[in-house]
């Protein structure tokens, strides 16, 4: 009888030092019936290992191991479903908030059921980083870390308390407190392992550390071989409660490296190249995996930065094999020795080890770099791929102003007379290209109260920020050592220049410190601000009153210089409208020159004591400065102690009252966390499922609705559901924060679904918003329309077009749509990841036949739709939907079922997959 658990005999034993553990051998697999697998790109093989793992016959049968062989073959292109079980789960606190909200009702849900609460807690692994809330307010002074800490406190007490509660209520759960670092960096440094261990059947098993998180940069530490990405909040749930992620086996691109960076490059230019390169190839949905000899000339800080990046190229990860320099950072950042030999066998015993001698992968497709061909760069002004050499870039500005500033909000607000020179080649609009004037002739627009004046172009942001660089000693140190030449040249930033440093982590601060630099850094106005996210997410912190009034009123084009990963428009500050990604060293740089209208590399950026001018050149440092830095102010000791005792938290985390024990006791007067009704009238065993009948359209969206559509985002306004509901409870809409704050909240959430402003319900002709007819047919916002419905016991669809649901995984796109009460979407077509995470709501996705459409069905929103049998429904099956139409005309309509698999209809069966993983948790 074969054993459906190991088809492939892959169970074995691996000895390192005196101890014992089980892995899954790939070798042994191939000579079982793989044959070739020893070709795969490293990347599939940790996903062939997973399969390898977790083969049950059910949610991973042998069929689907076979289909990772037959990968050679096809290339990934067949892309056959499989189920893969992370080993772990990473989330930061914006996001990571409504997934602790779902446990605590379940908690609640589970003792209403006369079960012990206890009962709910992760499956695996779970580590939430508070990094996401810290917003620049303060900069520029010795205070600002304090200054901005306490009033991270202040506006994130709700938050931060019930996180606090789930801290000590759950087990496999952990927080890192605020102030520690940006999650990305944290898990680089001290929660990634590389190889996962875990007990079982009183052994312990090894196996490759995987993870999914709640962030898109989660890809960070697949720069140490640890296979993981970003998903939405359903999925990150559904994996952290045991159960599998549907996912294709993905087409792998190999990118080559070879040779070395020259002097004077660093690891952001490698990885704004690598971004270019990648988004003209075309890599969405896809692993990349980087080989090649030139990896032995990165550092694994280096490789980190390209891996974070991988969300800006469009992949779904960017995968650095195991290799020397892995195991080198694994000691240096203080990992046991026990660890660390674990890995090295381990890597070696799985094929999963990287030597320049290898053979190089199969892989569906590959490009190249030849590293000695970087040369220094800047991404802008709106996107992460759109690179510019730093020679260039003055010039692409002046080039892109023109579009930029197409957008200004009064173009007969210019400037007069001597002032008129700053324009030229004026057209009807009243806008033009910059003049390449010099400063004299272009004296800009005075901001009262100071003595200097601002004009299009000037960088009134300067931060050093975001894990992509945070991460990285190199970029780091050689920031602090551009300011300390300026600081000893008496060079200082431009005073319209908001400057500041959010590290990546405490260890950053640390070896600044040791090194001397922090005081240079704090002497060019670069206090450490924060340790999170700020600037690169948006918590940039509002600029100097006059400045951003002068900005506003004259509709100047202003710029943000920031060693972030994501640039896009309006999102770093509502004032600034040009963004550039660099490196922090010259970041530092622009704060000095103040302008991205003037060629940095040749115009001076000041004079020193003694009236010479002061160039770049003679700021930057060179690569044996950085290296000597390097060597004498890190030390394995600051990770040990840094990371010692990470999940106490300062004084303010340990103040923080918790109520409640097993379960928490919910404020209903919060309008940040709240008891979610999905669990209302739940019973142990799930109801029979029953036909929807007469239900009601809520919408009819065209092609290409995405998650962003869908779900709430962003800022509101108190003429809205959710600015009314919180207007009701004395909020003020200044301090309405933003949907993204305030997702532990379902009251919020649910009203912003279906709410984007550019949202077109073609049920209403040509009106743009989240706007549909109520059941007496007045236009009105759609989820009062859904309210009304609600009450009158009528259940509700919705109607799309090809490709429904693209976009990120936004768990209240289907969170929210669940609690309006629709039933059921029809569309042309589905994202594969929404259409999972429907299911996962109780909601069925149905498709309708080739060639068929609502609009071919003249459906114009008065129907009522019935769709029935679906007490006996199978996996992919052909339902009718009967259709009435306004007129008394009744229609039999085929639709596929896009429930897709076994498991995802018992999801549906009990309601969605958080009732079945209760239901099934209870019963254990």
Partial sequence: MTDTSNSFNARKSLTVGNKAYTIYSLADAEQAGLEGISKLPKSLKVVLENLLRFEDGRTVKAEDIRAVKAWLEDRGKAGHEISYRPARVLMQDFTGVPAVVDLAAMR??????????????????????????????????????EQNVEREYERNGERYEFLRWGQSAFENFRVVPPGTGICHQVNLEYLAQTVWTRAENGGEIAYPDTL???????????????????????EAEAAMLGQPISMLIPEVIGFKFTGRLPEGTTATDLVLHVTEMLRKKGVVGKF??????????????????????????????????????????????????????LVEA???????????????????????????????????PKRP?????LVDASTAFRDALDEIAGGRKDPTKLPTSREESRYVNEGASGVGTLAQDDEDANPGFPVAGCDYTITDGDVVIAAITSCTNTSNPSVLIAAGLVARKAREKGLSPKPWVKTSLAPGSQVVTEYLTKSGLQED????????????????????????????????????VAVSVLSGNRNFEGRVNPDVRANYLASPPLVVAYSLLGKMTKDITTVSLGKDQDGNPVYLKDLWPSSAEISAVLRSAISVDMFKRRYGDVFKGDRRWQEIKVDGG?????????????????????????????????????????????TDHISPAGSFKAGTPAGQYLVERQVKPVDFNSYGARRGNHEVMMRGTFANIRIKNQMLDGVEGGFTKSPSGEVVPIYDAAME?????????????????????????????????????IAQSFERIHRSNLVGMGILPLMFAEGTSWQSLGITGDETVSIRGLAAIEPRQTLELDITFGDGRQQMVPVLLRIDTLDELEYYRHGGILHYVLRNLVAA
């Fill in 108 to 145: 609640d849900a589970t003792a209403k059921l006369g079960a012990d609460p206890q009962k709910i807690n992760p499956l695996v692994p779970v580590d939430l980083v508070i990094d996401h809330s810290v917003m620049v307010d303060y900069f520029g002074t010795p205070g600002a870390f």
């Fill in 212 to 234: 999914v998180g709640t962030d898109s940069h989660t890809t960070m530490v697949n720069g140490m071989a640890v296979l993981g990405w970003g998903v939405g909040g359903i």
């Fill in 288 to 341: 990349v995996e980087f080989y090649g000899a030139g990896l032995s000339n990165l550092s694994l800080e280096d490789k980190a930065t390209i891996a974070n990046m991988a969300p800006e190229y469009g992949a779904t990860c960017g995968f650095f094999p195991v290799d020397a320099e892995t195991l080198k950072y694994l000691n240096d950042s203080g990992r046991e020795p026990d660890r660390v030999a």
């Fill in 346 to 380: 381990y890597a070696k015993a799985q094929g999963m080890f990287r030597t320049d001698a290898d053979a190089d992968p199969v892989f569906t497709d590959t490009l190249e770099l030849d590293l000695a061909t970087v040369v220094p760069s800047l991404a802008g």
């Fill in 385 to 389: 791929q759109d690179r510019v050499a």
């Fill in 521 to 556: 850094l704090d002497a060019m106005g670069f206090n450490t601000v924060g340790y999170g996210c700020t600037t690169c997410i948006g918590n940039s912190g509002p600029l100097d009153e006059e400045i951003s009034k002068t900005i506003n009123e004259n509709d100047l």
């Fill in 662 to 706: 097993e379960t928490y006791k919910w404020n209903s007067a919060s309008t940040y966390v709240q008891n979610p009704p999905y669990f209302e009238d739940m019973s142990l065993t799930p109801s029979p499922i029953t036909d929807i009948e007469n239900a009601r359209v809520l919408s009819l969206f065209l092609d290409s609705i995405t």
């Fill in 789 to 825: 419905y609600k009450a009158q016991g009528t259940p509700l669809v919705v109607f799309a077009g090809k490709e429904y649901g693209t976009g990120s995984s936004r768990d209240w796109a289907a969170k929210g749509t669940n609690l309006l009460g629709v039933k059921a979407v």
